[in-house]
């Protein structure tokens, strides 16, 4: 196997991964800001409640200043409050200003806390521990380096409450903190011992904190960004594979192979993003490769055919390798070089057209950037034209089968008209007399001959669905006007074989999106098959209804013989009929629903089957609409 491809680039450009990754972390920042402005509101109206409730209990207690900090920061939450409508009205791709917004409210927060401990015991405030969640937040919603940084203010800050404490500069702990509980936890006023040992223990508290915050932090960070890979890297399978899906769907509707060829390199050099594509078939001695297809190349890159002898890439790729190529630099593995460099080909892959163990071709993607394509990529390549090669393997093993049947129907068409033509005349006794019982035996003849006449009109018109050259154009048709037209001729039928025959054409009816001739077609098939196995007095009832926006809704229905569970899943196959259609009459083919079913399949309709054996049947036609 043939392969340099040694580096990777990102599926979409580093711009783009930049922007989804601050997207991703600015949504979950945004989030938390706004949780954190409305944490503040409860929080603003416990404080003020127990700023209160211990001025009650302890009248000394400092409620003025206390109040008007809560004051404060009640005031600036409704201006942060504010702030946040603005920042995400504004739909930003710059998490910076986020991040400067929750500097700015941790910040004043913490300045507001310490005030607060500051009037409600400084070092002895059971408020300190406060301190802690927002070392919390810090950690939560800014970089590691950040949270650090409010760790080292918040000892800064709590060191001085110490030093004032320890210099007994600091007003005596309110006697509300006094309590017998919190006098056995917290040190003795101003006994700079035991106040240094809690200290170097809320320093411990508040690095731990810092520290597993800022982990845990990291690893969702990474995890994160791991889902953001995951779903860039989902994102583009999908894509690809929905317009893979698409390619296969518009590849069924072919029925000329230099279309499908066509499309499958239009669309592998826009699926892949790349300057152009290929599709080179063996000729019949398997010993050079045509351009029978490309797309994104110039006329002279595609005007010269590849000796396999000259070209060491395709002949490994023919004889099963794949070739990938980041950087062209390799000469000697190309049989024109300075047709690769003009073309500005930079990067290359090629797979084999495989169809079972046998190469057809070789299908290939240029890009004019080095090291373009991804392991992934040449994955999916790979798989691209493996479908491909499928898909043109059936598509002529189609086309055989049409040319054959095609050929095979005219070249009988002839012997049969001269033989039917022959027996009239000997029925006419144009060359003698001729008893009763040979002309019967001459008109029992004559009604085989037609039958088989009937048959090969129907391989000849099957035969042209599946060719180009009676596939017209889907435009808009007057399906009721057709319907119209028609009623007459059916009418007549119907008289002829004793069965009543009933329309129902809807008016205003919307346009067909098919095709006058294909609905001609589709109309007699399906009419003219209810009323032929009607026995007489029977019933038949025709319907053309809008069904939906998308669909005009056509039903045949009779009281005919009727088609057993069994059958029902072979009508649409080639020469298939009922035991019963033949046991009711020797007329039909077998040929007359397939047509139908290969009309409906052009224009994107859809039959349904209902029916009863000896009670009657119902065909429901689909029919796409303006």
């Not at 706004?34 to 400092?62: C, D, K, M, N």
């Amino acid at each position: 196997m043939i392969s340099s491809v040694t580096e990777k680039e990102p599926f979409k450009g580093p711009g783009y991964e930049l922007v989804r990754e601050q997207l991703f972390f600015r949504k979950e920042l945004m989030e938390r800001v706004l949780w954190f402005i409305r944490i503040r509101w409860i929080a603003v109206g416990v404080a003020g409640a127990g700023t209160w409730a211990a001025y009650f209990q302890e009248p000394q207690l400092p409620v003025l200043p206390l109040s008007l900090i809560v004051l404060s920061v009640l005031l600036y939450n409704v201006f942060f409050h504010l702030t946040w409508r603005r920042l995400e009205s504004a739909k930003s791709h710059d998490v910076r200003s986020f991040a400067l917004f929750a500097h700015v409210q941790i910040s004043l927060d913490l300045l507001a806390l310490y005030l607060m401990i500051y009037f409600t015991g400084g070092i002895y405030s059971p408020l300190i521990m406060f301190a802690v969640f927002h070392i919390i937040l810090a950690g939560l919603l800014l970089s590691p380096l950040s949270c650090f940084v409010y760790c080292v203010f918040v000892l800064l800050a709590t060191g001085a409450l110490v030093a004032l404490e320890s210099s007994a500069s600091l007003h005596p702990r309110p006697a509300l903190f006094q309590h017998p509980a919190l006098l056995h936890l917290l040190p003795g006023p101003h006994n700079v011992g035991d106040i240094l040992v809690f200290f170097a223990f809320f320093v411990g508290a508040v690095f731990t904190t810092a520290f597993l915050i800022t982990s845990i932090k990291l690893s969702i960070r990474s995890k994160g960004r791991d889902l953001i890979r995951i779903s860039r890297e989902l994102d583009g399978s999908n894509t690809k594979l929905t317009a893979l899906y698409d390619m296969l769907k518009k590849m069924n509707q072919c029925t000329r192979l230099q279309d499908l060829l066509d499309l499958a390199t239009v669309n592998a050099a826009r699926i892949m993003g790349a300057k152009g594509s290929s599709i080179k078939l063996l000729d019949e001695s398997r010993k050079r490769l045509t351009f029978a297809s490309a797309s994104g190349l110039s006329e002279d890159y595609v005007a010269k055919d590849v000796d396999l002898d000259k070209s060491l890439i395709n002949k490994k790729i023919i004889e099963g390798s794949y070739f990938a190529s980041g950087r062209i630099e390799e000469e000697d593995y190309f049989q024109y070089p300075e047709d690769i460099r003009k073309e500005g080909i930079s990067s290359i892959v090629s797979f084999p057209l495989r169809v079972e163990k046998r190469v057809i071709g070789v299908f290939s993607v240029y890009s004019d950037k080095t090291y373009y394509f991804q392991d992934t990529d040449i994955e999916f390549f790979s798989l691209m034209g493996d479908v491909t090669a499928l898909a043109i393997e059936t598509l002529r093993t189609q086309l055989n089968k049409s040319w054959f049947v095609n050929r095979a129907a005219h070249e009988l068409k002839s012997p049969f008209s001269a033989v039917h033509g022959l027996l009239g005349v000997m029925r006419n006794e144009y060359l003698g007399p001729l008893n009763e019982k040979q002309k019967e035996t001459l008109v029992k003849s004559e009604r085989r001959l037609e039958m088989v006449s009937s048959l090969i009109d129907d391989l000849l018109t099957l035969g042209l669905k599946r060719t180009e050259t009676d596939r017209a154009m889907i435009h808009p048709v007057d399906g009721a006007k057709l319907m119209k037209d028609l009623s007459a001729v059916f009418k007549d039928y119907a008289l002829q074989k004793g069965v009543e025959i009933e329309f129902e054409i809807e008016d205003s009816l919307p346009q067909l999106m098919a095709d006058e001739k294909l609905m001609d077609e589709l109309f007699m098939n399906l009419i003219s098959n209810a009323i032929k196995y009607t026995p007489k007095g029977g019933h038949v009832r025709v319907s053309l209804v809008k069904e939906s926006n998308v669909h005009v809704r056509l039903e045949v229905e009779d009281t005919g013989i009727g088609i057993s569970g069994d059958d029902r899943s072979r009508l649409f196959t080639e020469f298939f009929r009922t035991k019963n259609a033949r046991a009711f009459t020797q007329e039909g083919t077998g040929l007359g629903l397939v047509i139908v079913k290969e009309i409906l399949d052009f224009i994107n309709g859809k039959i349904q089957v209902e029916s009863e054996v000896g009670k009657g049947t119902r065909f429901i036609v689909r029919l796409p609409c303006i």
